[in-house]
């Protein structure tokens, strides 16, 4: 495979952060391309409520252009698509079943599948909810990238058909998510979009120790919060926050609560884009707990996990501010040596690489 390669991605979004997380994600794996002399075309469906939110319209690493549907995107993209090295096709995509099969009609030189949502993807698949990938389609991939790892790569070849699934973890822009500064203004923050699945969880540990705690300051940001949630005196809120602010808002905090998805948390080895962010702020994580988590961040030395309401309390009123700093750093230093979008990248192409080879190899076994 050819050093520079030449790229085509189909995302949910790039231009906009607005409501998800995975903008972040591609930004700071784009970058990492960008860095290393490859070239992308990130195509995007143009969406209202996109449209109406956009962050980023004229990212300066990688081209951006919109289409308005499966017809749309064949009339004015399919010479791209064909002559590029790999088109990549993202989980959450609009009419992402028939944008599949008809990117596979026109025999891309390889074909992958980048799941920023895995266990969220295989647990609709469970039930048979075909709205983004069909499993039908799981052996047209010529690699699956999983936002998952270790246990769910075994199931995803093994059960569910997979040809070739690599782990492809979510990664921070060290660049542009570093400490700023700034002083302290909240002893605990929560940055995620309102999920009725990880509220109950934001109930146990942050509201309920802002109930106990009304002294120490709070913060809750991401849109689509229900308006009947009765939050504490002392707990901000915020609607939306852009990526450009992310690092002001970890470095003005003690602690960031990172809270994970429910159909994450069963499968395990799924790290939230927001670790790696809070983590290259050098702000200390406290965490709910997840199988694997402790393979990203030692608890207790770079991380602190918390099962329940007393925990939380105790780190906010116990924990020393050399304790704290030590845990901070400790993340911190994971995460630039581990998880960053250069990274990340070079693991792409590497993976890139593989696919291309297992799939010249089958070639050459099926014509003899």
């Known amino acids: 495979m050819k050093r520079s390669l030449d790229l085509v991605i189909l995302g949910l979004s790039l231009s906009s952060s607005w ?29 209202p409520w996109y449209a109406a939110q956009r962050d980023l319209p004229d990212p300066d690493f990688c081209e951006l252009s919109f ?22 096709i993202g989980s959450y995509i609009p009419e992402g079943v028939g944008i599949i099969d008809a990117i596979a009609g026109q025999h891309p030189q390889l074909l992958c599948f980048y799941d920023i949502d895995t266990p969220v993807t295989l647990a609709k698949l469970d039930r048979n ?7 039908r389609q799981m052996p047209l991939f010529d690699i699956y990238f ?15 058909g997979a040809t070739y699934a690599e782990p492809l973890y979510c990664s921070v822009d060290e660049r542009a998510y570093r400490n700023t500064g700034e002083a302290i203004h909240w002893d605990l923050g929560y940055l995620g979009t309102y999920s009725p699945d990880r509220q109950p969880i934001l109930e146990k540990l942050l509201i309920g120790p802002a109930r106990l705690l009304p002294q120490m300051r ?3 940001a991401g849109p689509n919060y229900p308006s009947d949630i009765e939050w504490p005196a002392n707990v901000s809120r915020i609607e939306h926050l852009a990526p450009a602010d992310h690092p002001s808002f970890y470095s003005r905090q003690k602690f960031t609560l990172n809270i994970t998805r429910s159909d994450m948390a069963a499968a395990g080895w799924s790290p939230s884009v927001r670790l790696f962010e809070a983590a290259a702020c050098g702000t200390p994580i406290i965490s709910d707990y997840w199988r ?20 939380v309390v105790a780190a906010l009123t116990n924990l020393s501010s050399e304790k704290r700093t030590h845990i901070a750093e400790a993340a911190r230093h994971i995460v630039l040596d581990r998880h960053t979008g250069m990274r990340r990248a070079r693991q792409f192409i590497a993976a890139l690489s593989t696919g291309r080879q297992r799939k010249d190899q089958e070639v050459q076994r099926v014509s003899i």
């Open 218 to 220: 709070f913060v809750v």
């Open 19 to 47: 409501g998800n997380g995975h903008a972040t994600t591609y930004r700071a794996l784009l970058r990492g391309l960008h860095a290393r002399g490859h070239s992308v075309l990130f195509l995007e469906r143009d969406v």
């Open 129 to 135: 909810d075909e709205e983004y990938l069909a499993v």
């Open 292 to 311: 694997g988590l402790e393979e990203f961040f030692p608890a207790g030395k770079a991380i602190i996990i918390a099962h329940g309401l007393n925990e």
């Open 67 to 88: 289409y308005e549907g499966v017809d749309d995107l064949l009339v004015r993209f399919s010479r791209r698509l064909h002559a590029a090295d790999a088109v990549i």
């Open 146 to 160: 999983s936002f998952s790892g270790d246990e769910v790569i075994d199931q995803l070849e093994r059960r569910y």
